[in-house]
């Protein structure tokens, strides 16, 4: 069974940096793309970054580029998001997730627990 395992959340002060990081398990993960998604209360969850197999390749939601930076290690079959210059808005609980590619990425597996990302005014 695929597990994902998202932490390094936290409460942070507007401009504020967090560094976020999911632990993947049960699948062969340097065959995947991977994903960071977002859901705040009441919304739908949107996709935020992400990272091609090789982890040569990225992609970006306008909202975080320039602040968001997506990488991976797949030695230790983790893919890190390092936040930074955070905003208000950028409260959300996140995800991680796998794919096909940085540009069709959906999530194939099952949601982990999520990490709570809060960013006070």
């Known amino acids: 069974q695929v597990q994902l395992v998202e932490s390094g959340g936290g409460l942070v002060q507007t401009g504020g940096s967090l560094r976020l990081s999911c632990a993947a398990s049960?699948?062969?993960?340097?065959?995947?793309?991977m994903g960071w998604f977002r859901q705040a209360p009441g919304k739908e969850r949107e996709f935020v970054a992400a990272?091609?197999?090789?982890?040569?390749?990225?992609y970006y939601a306008d909202s975080v580029k320039g602040r968001f930076t997506i990488s991976r290690d797949n030695a230790k079959n983790t893919v890190y998001l390092q936040v930074t210059s955070l905003k208000p808005e950028d409260t959300a609980a996140y995800y991680c997730?796998?794919?096909?590619?940085?540009?069709?990425?959906?999530?194939?597996?099952?949601w982990g627990q999520g990490t709570q990302g809060t960013v006070s005014s």
């Open positions: 049960g699948l062969a993960f340097s065959s995947y793309a």
């Open positions: 997730n796998a794919g096909r590619s940085p540009q069709a990425m959906s999530g194939l597996f099952s």
């Open positions: 990272i091609s197999w090789h982890g040569g390749g990225t």
